[in-house]
């Protein structure tokens, strides 16, 4: 079975700062790799998929990238409404998710 | 718009089975999976498995197997799951969302809170 290590898993940053998380699969996933952001009691929503693509509607300071194993999430300018929780979420086989990253204002 | 409605919280004792509703609208119901994924508190997502509202195919997360049933009526865009043999660490929101075939959740519902209890 695929296994997803996601970290870190909580960061704390200060706004405007650049916020990467890492995912690193156990086997070669291709792109089918997707980010989600949950925010306290609610549901999660798509931000990335693909690896790299930008889902509609969503800030273009969000950006990921990678393939194969090594996947990397980007906040390009943090701001006070990205605190949340980032997971992410594989879809070679059948899918599984990451184990997210809390992210928190400095 | 598009959306996923989810039915309300339930209490269960434990060994007992919960259905949890998922209503789609504003989209072709048959054309996207729904995937179940639940969320213990304070932890993380935890994808339960798939169906197929077309064809009513499944596909289980290996933890799950035997013990769920995912279904679906088509007439009334709804689909459902039911877990049963229920324990107390089953204690969770569960959501539906919507999937294409790369597993993409881009629609999720509300969430519904299950609780097992004695």
């Known amino acids: 079975d695929i296994q997803m290590t996601q970290s870190p898993s909580s960061l704390s940053a200060s706004v405007g700062d650049r916020v990467t998380i890492t995912c690193q699969a156990s086997?070669?996933?291709?792109?089918?790799l997707n980010w989600y952001q949950q925010k306290p009691g609610k549901a999660p929503k798509l931000l990335i998929y693909?690896?790299?693509n930008l889902e509609t509607g969503v800030p273009s300071r969000f950006s990921g990238s990678g393939s194969g194993t090594d996947f990397t999430f980007t906040i390009s300018s943090l701001q006070p409404e990205d605190i949340a929780t980032y997971y992410c979420?594989?879809?070679?086989?059948?899918?599984?998710f990451g184990g997210g990253t809390k992210v928190e204002i400095k | 718009q598009v959306q996923l409605v989810q039915s309300g919280a339930e209490v269960k004792k434990p060994g007992a089975s919960v259905k949890v509703s998922c209503k789609a609208s504003?989209?072709?119901?048959?054309?996207?999976?729904i995937n179940w994924v639940r969320q213990a508190t304070g932890q993380g997502l935890e994808w339960m498995g798939w169906?197929?509202?077309?064809?009513?195919?499944?596909g289980y997360a290996q933890k799950f197997q035997g013990r769920v049933t995912m279904t679906r009526n088509t007439s009334i865009s709804t689909a459902y799951m039911e877990l049963s043999s229920l324990r107390s660490e089953d204690t969770a929101v569960y959501y539906c969302?919507?999937?294409?075939?790369?597993?993409?959740?881009?629609?999720w519902g509300q969430g519904t809170t299950v609780t097992v209890s004695s």
């Open positions: 504003g989209y072709t119901f048959t054309s996207y999976d």
């Open positions: 169906m197929n509202p077309n064809s009513g195919n499944t």
């Open positions: 979420q594989q879809y070679d086989n059948l899918p599984l």
């Open positions: 086997q070669d996933i291709s792109n089918y």
């Open positions: 693909d690896a790299s």
């Open positions: 969302a919507r999937g294409d075939e790369y597993s993409r959740l881009d629609v």
